[in-house]
């Protein structure tokens, strides 16, 4: 097969020829060729020359990337310039004038690395280059794996903000209805009181009217009375005594004053026009009221046919996103079975062994991206490729060998946190029934308020020292006792940190105290970080091992247990002795600072495993870590909390943590409070 797929049939590729390959196909050939003269310590960093060639090329016309495979002079003097700083302008144009070894005035990645190793040309082209036939069947599988994770990764970003943008809308349309259904309650009751004054208007007009009917009927009955009078008066066949009495009436009628009761009729007139006035407006605006009333109903229906409608847009996206998630479990399956073909070409020991180192940091770099729980590799330290020696073959797709088959080999400790997932092994029942009976009793834990507010106690405990072999990823600084500092060794524990333990006297505190960012304790040393404050630190180990909810809501409500954890802690320490606490503080403690506390953590817990969208978190060890302070320090106190006692037991039986309470690590508890008197 010949050497490189670019040139089917050329057996021997020449010096012009390599220069127009790709920088990586450039770089895998030089990394084969010298593997066994020691260029495999260089191998990471002929990955960042490559990785700097490429991102070079981009920029210059045209670009090519990854397709690349030289730069132009401008192109490399800047490379030659950020990869060799000591030199000097004229030092590098001498320096591309040797790189240059095909007089084309660009330079090849192979050139650079040729002058930089200094390499013979003659040696370079003549590298052998193992098995090309399995060295391509090797690097197809890897490719098919690595061309699943940018389609992945774009799908997923844009379902994910897709999703966003629909939430967003769902949460206005959501808002917006509220807001509809409070103007419609509004509405309505202002529609009823516009009918209510309508009714009242509509009474008083009646009343208006009544009156002003009985004012025209009296001078109706004025007007007839004078007429039967006139009448009767000039009446033949009357006789002079009746003639006389009804023009007597007659004069006496026409006498009298008409105004009182002309005046009284116009004014139940005008009144009247008045009443009549206000009803056509008030008419008017129930009728408007009504037709409002029915707007906001119709508006409220559509919204909530939106809301419906896009709940079940969300639902879609939600399913689309969890099934790309578990496309990631596909491409993991990719990478895995690329890394067994990697594996067995390691260990027949074949040529070859630069492009294996490639495939794998290749696939190192695609693990990075997977989430946490399918990834392979430990990316907390750098990437190691170790080839095989004679005899040895490979325990597992992964990186390393095991020990020949005739020496007996250690077993192998995981370095990679296994992360969150749920292990529930033995209960904690059975872990403390396999602790020795004739161990001494635990000393008394002193609790670790802080130091410089509280005098020292009476009775000090130092914990010894605790270092597990080797190097360790990360030191923990406390008072010897659990305290604040516990939560973090139960996070430490359970993440699978190799953590060590470093207990501080008080004149160890006063000396640490002002280099401590808030002058305070635990102090954890990790990736490089002198972290304090032991909420901050819970939040910092659950950020780094990418365990946060996804959720708003779910990411307060794990600051919400935290914080509320840390409430009941500093409740807790005011009622210890040592502390300064009394009976008194003590009684109250019992019959209401903890009912109160565990009837709110019970509310947030309800019927679930775990507190946070019923998936195991950080925040549930800082609940777990004061609940079981707070049963040492009053035993049975949460026998009327069944949930919180079943979770309790729930975390304490997680493997990583059954083995940390049966290790040396973990202090002794708070003993009880003595018991109230009757």
Known sequence: MPPHPQFPGVKDLDLKQLCSIPYKDQAIWFLNGFWSDGIEGSAENIWAWYKHAVALDMMQQPPKGEAGNELDPFWSAKFLEDQEEALTAVERKAAMQEIDVDSNGKMALIEYLTYKFKKAVEDVIKAPQGAAEELLKAQTEVDEALAMLPEIEAKLQASKEARSAQLAALMQTKQAKAESEEALVKQTEAEADLKLALKMVDLAKGELETAVAELKAQEDAVEAQKKSLEAAKDDPNSG??????????????????????????????????????????????????????????????????????????????????????????????????????????????????????????????????????????????PFRFTAPAAGEVPPSPLMGFKRPANKPAKPVKPTKPAGLTIKVAESRASV?????????????????????????????????????????????????????????????????????????????????KPQLAFGSVPLLEIDGLKLVQGGSIMRYLARSFNCLPNSPAGLWKFDALIDAAEDLRLATYKVIPAFGGTPEVAVKYRAETLPRHFKQFNALLKSDEYFVENKFSIADLSVFDVLDSVESLVPGCLAEFPSLEQFRDRIASRERLAAYFQSDKRLPGLEPLPEAEA
């Open 240 to 381: 002079a005594v009746a003639r006389g009495k009804a023009a007597s009436m007659l004069s006496s009628l026409l006498n009298e004053d008409p105004l009182p009761l002309r005046k009284a009729k116009i004014s139940q007139e005008a009144a009247l026009r008045r009443v009549e006035k206000e009803q056509k407006t008030a008419m008017l605006k129930t009728i408007e009221a009504e037709a409002q009333t029915e707007r906001c109903k119709q508006k409220i229906v559509e919204l909530h046919e939106k809301e419906a409608e896009l709940e079940r847009s969300k639902a879609a996206l939600d399913q689309a996103i969890e099934q790309l998630e578990l496309s990631y479990t596909e491409l993991s399956t990719r990478m895995a079975e690329a890394q067994v073909v990697i594996a067995e070409l390691k260990n027949r020991g074949t040529s070859g062994m630069g492009a294996l180192w490639w495939m794998e940091r290749s696939l190192y770099e695609a693990d990075e991206a997977l989430p946490q729980m399918k990834q392979k590799y430990d990316h907390r330290k």
């Open 432 to 512: 403390a029934s396999e602790e020795s009976s004739s161990d001494p009793p635990p000393a008394k834990e002193v609790p670790a308020e802080a130091a410089e507010e509280e005098p020292a106690p009476a009775v000090a405990v130092v914990a010894p020292s605790t270092e597990p072999e080797g190097p360790v990823d990360a030191t923990l600084f406390y008072f010897s006792g659990r305290g604040r500092g516990e939560q973090v060794r139960l996070a430490l524990s359970e993440l699978g940190i190799k953590w060590a333990f470093k207990p501080l006297t008080r004149p160890d505190f006063v000396a640490l």
